[in-house]
């Protein structure tokens, strides 16, 4: 299995700032993908993460307020842009390994974001 | 399209109860199925899987049958422990990469 780890892991910032989430694999992985988890809600996918390209976004989210860069195969960002508080969330980090279990999707320990 | 039903938690339960937690799915093609737990505080993490009907997936002593005929993917554990406590997603993934999850459901273990 990939071993995920995120910076930051919880943070609480003002509104109108930015804040820029980094995940980092343990090896190279084919694909990445960044999920949005709200107050007691499930999980939302938010993009996937392509390697030397633009991010596919999934409907509902935007490159301007979430632009995600992956400039590797273990490494990815996503940046939250001009928060309010409805982007209080767990941010998570997946990952969809190339190896034997190819077909299982791994998360990070996630980023708790506050915003006041 | 994909999606993924749940029972609605939560489920409280006594120390050494019996768990089952429903799952049941709609999806094209084949998919894969897959239980994660979410802890207090905490990521997601890999509790089990199946990739075909009738496979069972098993791990910390819960289990899950993939029946494509109900399409159900029920989540089992014969005797749950206090550390069993957290949110359990079900989820499903298909040839097209993307994984469904159902909302969730929580679980409460007493001692």
């Known amino acids: 299995s ?8 919880r943070d609480i910032c003002q509104r109108g700032t930015s804040l820029t989430i980094q995940c980092q694999v343990d090896s190279q992985v084919t694909m990445m993908f960044w999920y949005r988890q709200q107050p007691g809600q499930s999980l939302t996918l938010i993009a996937t993460a392509n390697q030397g390209s633009e991010a596919t976004y999934e409907s509902g989210f935007v490159i301007d307020k979430f632009p995600i860069s992956r400039p590797n195969l273990t490494f990815s960002t996503l940046t939250v842009s001009n928060m309010s508080p409805e982007d209080s969330s767990i941010y998570l980090c997946s990952v969809l390994s190339s190896g034997v279990s190819y077909d299982t999707q791994y998360f990070g320990p996630g980023t708790r974001l506050t915003v006041l | 399209g994909n999606s993924v039903t749940q029972m609605e938690g939560p489920v409280t339960l006594s120390e050494e109860a019996f768990l089952t937690i429903n799952c049941t799915y709609t999806a094209t093609g084949y998919p894969s199925l897959f239980w994660y737990v979410q802890y207090p505080g905490e990521g ?3 509790l089990l899987k199946a990739t075909k009907a009738d496979d069972k997936g098993s791990n910390k002593g819960f289990e899950a049958t993939y029946r494509k005929e109900t399409t159900s993917f029920h989540l089992e554990k014969g ?4 550390s069993d406590s957290a949110v359990y997603f079900c989820a499903l993934r298909n040839a097209g990469n993307m994984l469904t999850f159902g909302g969730g459901t929580r679980l409460m273990v007493k001692p």
């Open chain 2, 44 to 46: 997601l993490q890999l």
């Open chain 1, 2 to 9: 990939a071993v995920i780890s995120q910076k930051p892991s």
């Open chain 2, 79 to 82: 005797s749950v422990q206090v």
